[in-house]
């Protein structure tokens, strides 16, 4: 069975400050891990994914995360927030060549100016 | 390209009547996906269509949900007597193949039941 926590159903950081945002992952299988961001009224957009090739991942928008296996923890990261990306955060995770996501809470992000 | 769309994007209903959703995948995506996002929560996963087949409905919360992809497109998700429970966000994925690493998501709709 699969399972995600997302520690921190609301993270506030300020204009220009590192962003971090938790994910714990549970699988029974070697997992495939992704993070998504949803914007208001939009639908998730793909901001990363973890297939099983290198640890640290480069996504879109200056976003990356690193796998840790011995942690179990796929934890999202920014150098710099920008107002631009305050939204809420989904980090999800398949078991290998499976068909459907299993979801975290979400962790909603504030950039104070 | 055209994304995923849904149909409508907000839906209210009474309690007991019954709804249909509509979804419509990114062209020639064999895969469709829908889930639940209820308040608060993050999204749970419903059903899988690969072409038409239901390849796992295993999230099907009950006998009063159903969902088809009659010609491998378009999708319906369907709600008989829609209790107050049902009230979410249900969304939309489709992917390229069956295990595609990436589904792609539709905005969503937001059903009301009163």
């Known amino acids: 069975a699969q399972s995600v926590t997302q520690l921190g159903s609301h993270v506030s950081v300020s204009e220009g400050a590192l962003v971090l945002l938790r994910c714990n992952y549970s699988s029974s299988v070697p997992p495939y891990l992704f993070w998504y961001v949803q914007y208001p009224n939009q639908g998730l957009q793909l901001l990363l994914k973890y297939t099983s090739a290198a640890t640290l991942v480069k996504g879109i928008n200056g976003f990356e995360a690193e796998f840790k296996k011995s942690e179990t923890s796929f934890h999202l990261t920014k150098p710099s927030a920008h107002m631009s990306d305050a939204a809420e955060y989904f980090c999800a995770v398949s078991a290998t060549g499976a068909n459907n996501l299993f979801f975290g809470t979400g962790t909603r992000l504030t950039v104070i100016p | 390209g055209a994304g995923v769309s849904q149909t409508p994007s907000n839906k209210v209903t009474e309690k007991g009547k019954y709804v249909e959703l509509r979804c419509d995948p990114i062209s020639g995506h064999t895969a469709l996906y829908w889930y639940r996002q209820s308040l608060g929560q993050g999204p749970e996963f419903l059903i899988y269509?690969?072409?038409?087949?239901?390849?796992?409905d295993s999230g099907l919360p009950n006998d009063r949900f159903f969902a088809v992809r009659p010609e491998g497109s378009v999708s319906t998700l369907k709600i008989q007597r829609t209790e107050r429970g049902d009230s979410a966000v249900y969304l939309c994925?489709?992917?390229?193949?069956?295990?595609?690493?990436?589904?792609?998501f539709g905005p969503g709709t937001r059903l009301t039941v009163l």
């Open positions: 269509f690969q072409g038409t087949g239901a390849a796992d």
């Open positions: 994925a489709s992917s390229p193949d069956r295990g595609y690493n990436e589904q792609f």
